[in-house]
């Protein structure tokens, strides 16, 4: 946001009045609509709401704004008066298109991180700043100057990435594949994307799990889906509830995050498993594996993925870096039958032309030199302290205020608040005591569930984090 400069000799009335008239101009505010309120603005840019007062009176003069008994400050529909020259609406666009906006919870957060400096944030799914393998790709980029070539890369991928993840996957999840049947992507997200983008139609029937992930991604009501629940327990989806949804809405694919899935960190059962791939198998489904983490399992030893057990075909496996190395390298695969790979490696070519050779190359390079392997162990034994913390301070500072189950592995807690609450209001009430968490609700679940994050904030704001949101419970549920 915006902020007056105190230190320039330029009165700070005027400072706002090019600021706003350069809104104006650029069709933030087209013609004929409503100004912040005199009060609102004073309040965002942190002046007397007098300034704000005399920076209206000179766009008013100016014959930018007008300004009518009961209805506010407009912006003039002709602006400067003598040519009526006319500004796009941008509203009107910004409001249409059919890719929809994010959740306007998920908007609220992270307008908060981005405006405010030391919040305490449980709400970001992913590792805190030292918890990244920094230090070892800094060490890469140094000892191995990169010698790639710096045109276009091949849109399915960085051909020796594809070849050193097809022996880290077989090596640590048992998972079998060829380098012509992965495809690499920049995260997670956009592997989605592609499926939802040019494997279904609108109108098409999908499963979900509830609660999920999924639910809080707008990109899957903006493709036309139709989405149907699969409740979760603390061992998964119950995976007869397919058959039901299959007879009553014929629905297309199964889309599934089974290990320490995200946001209760349920591992799903393997006899579950394995009658979910029958079922799978006998109706003709595809199933979209999540699997970000998989990899954390604290004790070392990771539950199997529905890949490494698919005997069919029926799975398409998505897996990223994002997670539990480092987000910002934005490398992420989708392993899935050779005509599925070149139908959507042909679509992402026409979206970006492929990603970036350099943090391929990064990311290779990390994994085949054994970085990979010697950070997880890192990580996991930095993610088990962190889950520790947080579950001492639940127990001693929120006492029986919420309840939980212990996750084996990923990065965040799934809580219930044993009170009623307003998602919206007690968010509201965290944000003020300067900690942030994302409600339940966001991912399809009732009014009373929270995400906290154990991976994202540093050790020794835990316990600081959840005193202020106890603080903003008891204010909340008086």
């Known amino acids: 946001m915006w902020k007056p400069d105190r230190s320039t000799r330029k009165p700070i009335y005027q400072q706002i009045t090019d600021y706003m008239e350069r809104r104006i101009s650029f069709g933030e505010f087209p013609p004929g609509s409503v100004l912040p309120s005199e009060r ?35 912006v003039t529909k002709h602006k400067w ?39 305490i944030d449980f709400a970001s799914g992913e590792l805190s ?10 060490s890469l980029l140094q000892e191995h100057p990169f010698l790639g070539q710096l045109g276009y890369e091949d849109p399915q991928g960085y ?11 077989e090596e640590h999840l048992q998972i079998q594949s060829t380098d012509a049947s992965i495809l690499i992507t920049s995260g997670s997200q956009q592997s989605l994307y592609l499926i939802t983008q040019c494997l279904l139609s609108p109108n098409d029937a999908v499963a979900i799990e ?4 999924s639910y809080s991604l707008p990109m899957f009501q903006s493709a036309g889906l139709r989405l149907f629940r699969l409740p979760v327990d603390e061992h998964g989806i119950n995976p007869e509830d397919i058959i039901t949804l299959y007879r009553q809405h014929r629905i297309r694919m199964i889309f599934l995050n089974p290990n320490f899935q995200n946001p209760t960190g349920s591992i799903m059962a ?40 698919d005997k069919t075909g029926n799975v398409l496996y ?9 987000s910002g390298l934005r490398i992420g695969w989708l392993l899935a039958p050779q005509t599925v790979v070149d139908r959507l490696t042909d679509a992402r070519q026409q979206m970006d032309f492929g990603l970036s050779t350099i943090p391929q190359w990064i990311a290779e390079q990390f994994i085949s030199e054994g970085h990979f392997e010697n950070h997880l162990k890192t990580l996991r034994r930095e993610l088990e302290k962190k889950r520790n913390e947080m579950v001492r301070g639940l127990q001693t500072i929120m006492g029986d205020y919420m309840s939980y189950t212990l996750p084996q592995g990923g990065l965040n807690l799934w809580c219930k608040i044993n009170r009623e609450v307003d998602d919206f209001k007690l968010l509201d009430e965290a944000i003020k005591r300067g900690v942030l968490f994302v409600p339940g609700s966001v991912y399809g679940s009732d009014q009373g569930h929270i995400r906290i994050s154990f991976a994202r904030p540093h050790f020794d704001e835990i316990l600081p984090g959840l005193s202020y949101l106890k603080e903003a419970l008891d204010i909340h549920c008086k």
């Open 129 to 138: 700043n030292d918890l990244f393998p920094a230090d070892t790709i800094r």
């Open 270 to 309: 393997t006899e579950r498993r394995i009658r979910l791939l029958e079922i799978a198998s006998e109706l003709g489904i595809p199933i979209v594996e999540d699997d970000p983490f998989t990899l954390t399992a604290l004790d070392g030893n990771p539950p199997p993925t529905l890949k490494s057990l």
């Open 40 to 74: 609102k603005l004073a309040n965002l840019l942190g002046v007397n709401r007098s300034t704000v007062v005399l920076a209206y009176e000179e766009l008013r003069a100016s014959g930018i704004v007008e300004s009518a008994q009961g209805s506010g400050t407009r």
């Open 81 to 119: 008066g003598l040519t009526p020259k006319q500004t796009p609406n941008w509203k009107t666009y910004v409001e249409g298109g059919t890719f929809l906006p994010n959740l306007p919870f998920i908007r609220r957060i992270r307008e908060e991180l981005r405006k405010k400096t030391g919040i």
């Open 210 to 213: 509830d609660p999920s992930y």
């Open 318 to 326: 998505i897996g990223s870096l994002s997670k539990i190395a480092a």
């Open 159 to 169: 051909r020796p990435l594809r070849q050193t993840l097809v022996s880290f996957l």
